[in-house]
């Protein structure tokens, strides 16, 4: 099992920057896949935002490129989503995801961002 602990939601004005944060501990190996997938309001589904894997390929939505960055640490099983130039249609839960070895996925509780117009 894996365990995923996030940070760094919040509310910020239109324009602003929020960095999260999410830890891994419990059974995560050195061939892993993490990431940000964001649930917005009134949607069924999460959607990707940015992922990273163990050795730096990154997959990103459109709406993001430009604006979020992720990286990450992996000697402590943390990734990072820096965002900027915030916008109103980025207010989501964003959730983190561990993808391991064998391609089992885990979820974190998600936390909220909320960008006010």
């Known amino acids: 099992q894996v365990q995923l602990v996030e940070s760094g939601g919040g509310l910020v004005q239109a324009g602003g920057s929020l960095r999260l944060t999410c830890t891994a501990s419990?059974?995560?190996?050195?061939?892993?896949?993490m990431g940000w997938y964001r649930q917005a309001p009134g949607n069924k589904q999460r959607e990707l935002v940015a992922t990273m894997n163990h050795i730096g390929m990154t997959n990103s939505a459109d709406s993001v490129k430009g604006r979020f960055i992720i990286s990450r640490n992996n000697a402590e099983n943390t990734v990072y989503l820096q965002m900027n130039s915030l916008k109103p249609e980025d207010t989501a839960v964003y959730y983190c995801?561990?993808?391991?070895?064998?391609?089992?996925?885990?979820w974190g509780p998600g936390t909220q961002v909320t960008v006010s117009s």
């Open positions: 419990g059974r995560t190996g050195t061939i892993n896949r």
């Open positions: 995801k561990f993808i391991d070895a064998s391609l089992r996925d885990f």
